[in-house]
T-cell receptor, first 114, second 117 residues
Framework: AQSVTQLGSHVSVSEGALVLLRCNYS??????LFWYVQYPNQGLQLLLK??????LVKGINGFEAEFKKSETSFHLTKPSAHMSDAAEYFC????????????FGSGTRLSIRP | GAGVSQSPSNKVTEKGKDVELRCDPISGHTALYWYRQSLGQGLEFLIY????????KSGLPSDRFSAERTGGSVSTLTIQRTQQEDSAVYLC???????????????FGPGTRLTVL
């Protein structure tokens, strides 16, 4: 079975500060990992995904995530937060053997303080 | 080009009634997914269609839930005898093929917010 745990349902940072959203996964097979973003009143949008290539994955809007097998983590970071980054972020996991079934975390709401 | 569209955007119904939710995937996308997003929770996988293969229904929570995909395009999610716990946002997504493929991406629709009174 696969699962993801997002630590912190709500994260608040100041504009210009580092953004760090935490995600830990559980998988008995090599995982594929994703970060999705949901802006207010919009659908989910893929930020980035890891599919066993480079462990440091760069996504849209300056976000990146690093796959750390030893820590079973896939944390999302951005060096400098912008007001437009305020949204809900979801970490998700699947695998080659069950690629049709993506398991999502419960989400982290990111707020940006002026 | 048009993205994934869903209708209605909002649906309010009474307990015990049946509802139908519609999803129009991106043209040419062979894979279609339904998810449910309950308040304060992540997305819950419901069902997956891929081409002409039998759908993966393993995520459907009960036999009151069913889905069809006609002609490999439009999909309808039907909930019979709705219950209050069915209240959620129902999201549809489509992709060219399997989402884990390096070159593939799931595209999500805006969702249908279902409220069961």
């Amino acid at each position: 079975a696969q699962s993801v745990t997002q630590l912190g349902s709500h994260v608040s940072v100041s504009e210009g500060a580092l953004v760090l959203l935490r995600c830990n996964y559980s998988s008995s097979v090599p995982p594929y990992l994703f970060w999705y973003v949901q802006y207010p009143n919009q659908g989910l949008q893929l930020l980035l995904k890891y599919t066993s290539a480079a462990t440091l994955v760069k996504g849209i809007n300056g976000f990146e995530a690093e796959f750390k097998k030893s820590e079973t983590s896939f944390h999302l970071t951005k060096p400098s937060a912008h007001m437009s980054d305020a949204a809900e972020y979801f970490c998700a996991v699947s695998s080659y053997s069950s690629a049709s079934k993506i398991i999502f975390g419960s989400g982290t709401r990111l707020s940006i303080r002026p | 080009g048009a993205g994934v569209s869903q209708s209605p955007s909002n649906k309010v119904t009474e307990k015990g009634k049946d509802v139908e939710l519609r999803c129009d995937p991106i043209s040419g996308h062979t894979a279609l997914y339904w998810y449910r997003q309950s308040l304060g929770q992540g997305l819950e996988f419901l069902i997956y269609f891929q081409g002409n293969s039998a759908p993966d229904k393993s995520g459907l929570p009960s036999d009151r839930f069913s889905a069809e995909r006609t002609g490999g395009s439009v999909s309808t999610l039907t909930i019979q005898r709705t219950q209050q716990e069915d209240s959620a946002v129902y999201l549809c997504a489509s992709s060219l093929d399997l989402p884990a493929a390096v070159t593939d991406t799931q595209y999500f629709g805006p969702g249908t917010r279902l409220t069961v009174l």
